[in-house]
């Protein structure tokens, strides 16, 4: 054990120049409970914040890189629930919870089948906190001037570096089916085939 008023061992501090505009990384987003609850709108468990100053209610969110060079760096950023100014944005934070659950889930946006809607639900905010995802790495200015990193738009499996990062096969549309010359048989004389049982993954038990 070090002495305390030994720092020779001590790890030396983080650097915290800004990860470059638009790098793309892994992450894994935790939400930092804020204690406002609306059972009406689905708010629950403490989840939400809400500005005392704008009365508008979002998800505090910190987001850890998971690999690579940027690897434990951390971000932080707000996900829109409802703004008094309109409906604006709540639709933008709407909007990219639907692309972090593309990017986790493996969905392609273009996917409209049941499973991929199903993919697309959550029972409550609590499936986010802990959710990890494919991000573009963002920059703006904070409150004082000065410029931060945030996460604004999650990569999803469509994307060229989709695969790369979540080390799994891009997302590729089906072919369209061929026009066969021999005319299809009546669905009455085709034999019936038993179908393999088909496992849930992880998200969907």
């Not at 305390?4 to 930092?32: C, H, Y």
């Not at 609306?38 to 209610?57: H, I, K, L, Q």
């Not at 100014?85 to 934070?93: L, R, S």
């Amino acid at each position: 054990m070090s002495n305390w008023n030994d720092f020779n061992d001590a790890e030396q501090q983080p650097s915290f120049d800004l990860i470059p505009k638009g790098t793309v990384v892994k992450l894994r987003m935790t939400i930092k409970p804020g204690g406002h609850d609306n059972p009406e709108m689905g708010w629950t468990g403490g989840y939400a914040s809400e500005s005392f100053d704008t009365g508008s209610v979002y998800l505090a969110c910190e987001f850890v890189v998971l690999e690579g060079e940027y690897a434990k760096r951390k971000l932080w950023s707000n996900i829109g629930l409802h703004s008094n100014k309109g409906p604006a944005w709540g639709n933008m934070g709407r909007s990219f919870i639907r692309a972090v659950l593309n990017s986790a889930r493996g969905v392609s946006p273009q996917d409209n089948s049941p499973q991929a809607a199903a993919a697309r639900r959550i029972r409550d905010f609590s499936d986010l906190d802990g959710i990890e995802f494919v991000a573009r790495v963002d920059v703006e200015k904070d409150s004082k001037g000065e410029h931060k990193n945030v996460i604004k738009q999650a990569i999803e499996p469509d994307h060229r570096d989709y695969g790369a990062v979540m080390g799994r096969p891009n997302y590729a549309a089906p072919p369209a089916p061929k026009a066969s010359a021999t005319p299809a048989q009546p669905a009455a004389q085709s034999p019936q085939r038993a179908q393999a049982p088909v496992s849930k993954p992880a998200w969907a038990q």
